[in-house]
Structures are given as structure tokens and as C-alpha cells.
């Protein structure tokens, strides 16, 4: 399992300087999927496989899926059909594949080839996880629910159309001002 735990590792810190380098904002987003796919083998490889499925799961499956399709939405200033074509390359798939390649080698290698010997000591279960998030990080926990809070305030504010100053009501026109803004 070191091996696996220790290749992982190196992956997801590769996956991890491509993204802070990259340029590309579609290739950027591609390498962060695979740091995440890859912090997930290292949390199974260390003996957490709640903590790794919910890593897959809610980071590299649901949120990052919302980023690329905000980053393909938004198109970055290049025509839509070029921008989705140069997307689509061999060139931007080609260093994510042969990462998740390698993550997929050291992932069967840890579910078929490690035996009870290269198992982990323990295995974390979800009541564990639970039982010290609520007791030991309680105030932790709480905290960051108060930024997520705070961060969805803001998203929504910082997604709502600007509204007209009051001084800027007051010189329209009567017929320019409408019933509900």
C-alpha cells in the first residue's frame, strides 16, 4: 500500500503544479480533476474509503463537472465553435490521460494485487468520521459552514443585476422607471 499511497501522492503534486502553470483554463481544470481523483487513492490507500469515495464523489464528480461547464459556457473570449474544437484536441487530453492512466494502474494494483499483508492497519469507518467532525472539530465544522453560507451570499449577490442607485431613479422619467426595480 506505500506504494500506491506514495505514487498517488506524486501524481496528485504534479497534477497540482500543471494546474497553477497551466494557461489554459480548460487544461487547468483537467489536471485539477485528476489531483482530486488522485487525493481519493491516497485516502483509500491510507485506510479512510468513506473519505476517498466522498473525494471522488463530491470534488472530482460533482463540483469539478460544474467548472468545466461554467469554463465552457463562459467560452473565454474566443469564438464558441474554435474554442470547443481546440478543446476537444488530442493536445489537452493527452498528460490527464496518462495521469489518470497511471492512477488506474496504482488503483487496480491496490484492490487486486495488495493482499491481507499490504492492507491497511485500520479502516476508518463513516461513524468514526462523524463522531470526530462533531466532537473533536466541532467548531471547525462550523466555521466552514459559516463561509459556505457567506460565500453563497455572496455568489448570489455578485450573480444579481446591478440595481439603480436612488440618485439615478430620481432623474428618469416617470415612464422610465420600473414597477419592480
Known amino acids: 500500500m506505500n506504494l500506491v499511497c506514495y ?33 481519493g487513492l491516497a485516502f483509500f490507500a491510507l485506510g479512510a474509503p468513506f473519505v476517498a469515495a466522498l473525494q471522488v464523489v463530491i470534488y472530482a ?8 461547464f461554467v469554463v465552457m459556457m463562459l467560452n473565454l473570449g474566443a ?12 493536445g489537452v487530453w493527452g498528460l490527464p490521460v496518462a495521469l489518470t492512466l497511471a492512477l488506474l494502474a496504482l488503483c487496480a494494483y491496490a484492490l487486486l494485487g495488495a493482499g491481507p ?16 467532525l462533531n466532537r473533536d472539530y466541532l467548531l471547525v465544522v462550523e466555521i466552514a459552514s459559516l463561509l459556505l453560507v457567506a460565500g453563497l ?5 455578485l450573480a444579481s443585476p446591478a440595481r439603480p442607485e436612488p440618485a439615478e431613479l ?12
Open 153 to 157: 451570499v455572496a455568489a448570489v449577490q
Open 170 to 181: 430620481a432623474a428618469l422619467s416617470p415612464s422610465e422607471v420600473r414597477p419592480d426595480g
Open 117 to 132: 499483508a499490504g492492507a491497511p492497519a485500520g479502516v476508518v469507518s463513516p461513524k468514526q468520521v462523524g463522531l470526530v
Open 61 to 68: 464528480g460533482a463540483i469539478m463537472v460544474l467548472f468545466v
Open 7 to 39: 505514487g498517488s501522492c506524486a501524481v496528485a503534486l504534479l497534477s497540482a503544479l500543471l494546474v497553477i502553470v497551466e494557461r489554459n483554463a480548460m487544461r487547468a481544470l483537467l489536471h485539477l480533476i485528476v489531483m482530486l481523483l488522485a487525493l
Open 79 to 90: 469564438p464558441g465553435e474554435r474554442q470547443e474544437q481546440r478543446w476537444l484536441g488530442a
